[in-house]
């Protein structure tokens, strides 16, 4: 069964059979007695891992086709690096045979899965791309200030990082952001929504974006392994320290696109600048950003909402009602880059 199979079948289906290769994966972990329980199905699907003496782990069923060992297995290397350099991650747990992740097959999906299993991060995310951030004003900013510091912390580590034989992720830049065949979300021009008005004004954001970020260039002090995805539901705060989850978009990339993802959900509130400039004082604290490279965040963003627009089109069952908000979004931005060029 290829993904589009997969995908078509009624959500419930889907739950029972990657319920079913979950409770075969546990044994690979010595957890046969455990209970799942499901916690997210989207781009991949997660589980809450409960075993007999109460200790909670994160079981990660990754869409087929999605990445490859190889990418995986990079993914989970740095994942595991981090960790050991005392960055607040969350670590992935070996399985019996040492390796950092399983492919299980049962009947129902002989095709087989990927499977990691990972710490239960403890805290409570501060909050959803579709319902945004509910902070007090104070904690918002120590919360960002904190993301600063981490994505810093994560960029100096990515840049002295002696990355293992096969080491291999994906690349944010202009072929990954909108590229015409090897975009990471997809291509932008192939969502069928957009009028012909809206993707001129798209098309032309875009060559200003490429412009932007062929001249800013990829120098080490402005490039290099990015985790991808700060977005709310990935910072996990307890109150004391923030964590930060869900590596599977991990790649090289412009370290500012770091702040770009997180400073999505923000667009057009109040709480835009005092985010921003909460990270750009955490960041600080660890690693130089000179005034300049700050420029290129509405390009950043831009990008961003182009690959969305892709990820709209490939990704159609699982982006469903924010279609029209992420094309109104993105043609909102590309007005406001063209205008102020």
Not at 29 to 38: F, H, I, S, T, V
Not at 194 to 208: E, T, Y
Not at 305 to 321: K, M, N, P
């Amino acid at each position: 069964m290829n993904a589009a199979e997969f995908e078509a079948l009624p959500r419930q289906r889907q739950l029972q059979l990657l319920t079913e290769l979950g409770t075969a994966a546990l044994s690979r972990w010595g957890l046969d007695d455990a209970r799942l329980e499901l916690l997210k199905h989207r781009e991949n699907t997660v589980m809450q891992v409960t075993a007999p003496g109460g200790e909670r782990y994160a079981m990660r069923i990754h869409r087929i086709g999605y990445r490859s060992d190889a990418e995986l297995l990079s993914e989970l290397q740095w994942l595991d690096s981090l960790r050991e350099a005392g960055i607040p991650t969350t670590e992935p747990l070996r399985a019996g045979d040492g390796s950092l992740f399983a492919t299980v097959t049962t009947e129902g999906l002989p095709e087989g899965r990927q499977v990691d299993l990972l710490e239960w991060v403890p805290g409570r995310a501060i909050g959803s791309i579709e319902e945004g951030v509910d902070l007090a004003a104070a904690e918002l900013i120590a919360v960002y200030r904190a993301a600063g510091a981490l994505a810093a912390r994560i960029h100096n580590h990515g840049q002295h990082w002696q990355r293992p034989p096969g080491f291999t992720r994906l690349s944010w830049d202009e072929q990954g952001f909108f590229g015409p065949t090897d975009s990471v979300c997809g291509c932008y021009r192939d969502l069928p929504d957009l009028s012909p008005s809206q993707l001129a004004l798209l098309d032309r954001a875009r060559d200003a974006t490429a412009s932007a970020l062929a001249e800013f260039g990829k120098a080490s002090d402005r490039w290099g392994l990015v985790h991808g995805d700060f977005l709310p539901e990935n910072l996990f705060y307890d109150g004391s320290e923030l964590r930060l989850i869900d590596w599977d978009d991990t790649g090289f990339g412009w370290h500012l696109y770091d702040f770009t993802t997180a400073l999505v959900p923000h667009l057009g509130r109040d709480s835009f600048d005092p985010v921003l400039a909460a990270m750009v004082e955490g960041y600080r604290n660890h690693r130089p950003l000179p005034d300049e490279h700050l420029e290129i965040l509405p390009f950043l963003l831009m990008a961003r909402a182009l690959s969305y627009v892709g990820w709209a089109h490939t990704r159609r069952q699982t982006a469903g009602d924010m279609v029209p908000v992420v094309i109104a979004i993105s043609c909102e931005l590309a007005q406001r880059l063209l205008a102020s060029a």
